[in-house]
């Protein structure tokens, strides 16, 4: 059962690990220096998943060197315009955004899987995000990406590892996760190259 556990949570690891680079040549050429985040459509069945996640998504973007919109500003400016749903926000035509806000880039997030699976033995929390960002000029795909996180329960007895992963059930703050997840998701070799108010502005090539 341990071995089946492990497999199975490499398996959901799998695929946020791989090293794969992202085609950036339409990001170069546009260069966002500011980024509008809009609320997040959710596809899980937790009904707080989008509150949650969107505090987590500003602090990695502008540490990665972009001027980001306050979200919950935004929220109220988009709503003072009647748009309410996150689902009917996200097939806007991005230039929308560039004669509400004046950004440069539109950050669309769709939130796949924020859950626990729970097998007796363990379990594991999952959130999975898909990232688009497009130019608001234009509405081209600057830059998109897949992103997750699994945090896992285990023990070194039978006993311990039923207790921990009930609680890890339970107990678990998705918060942290989601967290992890966006700065994972923004850094290379398929993440966000760094921005204008970053110290490796334009330096940092090689790295994507």
């Not at 973007?61 to 919950?72: I, N, S």
Request: proline share 6%; glycine share 6%; aromatic share 12%.
């Amino acid at each position: 059962m341990r071995t089946f556990v492990v497999i199975l949570l490499a398996g959901l690891m799998q695929g946020c690990m791989a090293p794969q680079h992202a085609n950036l040549d339409a990001f170069y050429a546009h260069q966002p220096r500011s980024i509008v985040v809009v609320p997040v459509v959710n596809e899980s069945p937790e009904v707080t998943a989008n509150s949650v996640f969107i505090t987590s998504i500003t602090q990695p973007l502008a540490e990665r060197g972009y001027y980001v919109f306050p979200v919950y500003l935004t929220d109220m400016i988009l709503r003072d315009f009647g748009l309410v749903e996150a689902g009917h926000i996200h097939q806007l035509p991005a230039e929308r955004f560039y004669e509400l806000f004046g950004a440069d880039a539109v950050l669309f997030i769709t939130i796949k899987d924020w859950s626990t699976k729970y097998l007796v033995l363990a379990s594991s929390v999952v959130v999975s995000m898909e990232y688009v960002l497009k130019d608001t000029r234009t509405g081209q795909v600057l830059w998109k990406n897949d992103q997750g996180y699994v945090h896992s329960s285990g023990g070194s007895d039978l006993i311990t590892m039923t207790v921990s992963a009930a609680i890890n059930a339970l107990m678990t703050d998705y918060l942290p996760l989601a967290r992890q997840a966006n700065f994972m998701a923004f850094l290379p070799p398929k993440g966000l190259p760094a921005g204008p108010y970053h110290p490796e502005y334009q330096q940092d090539k090689s790295k994507f």
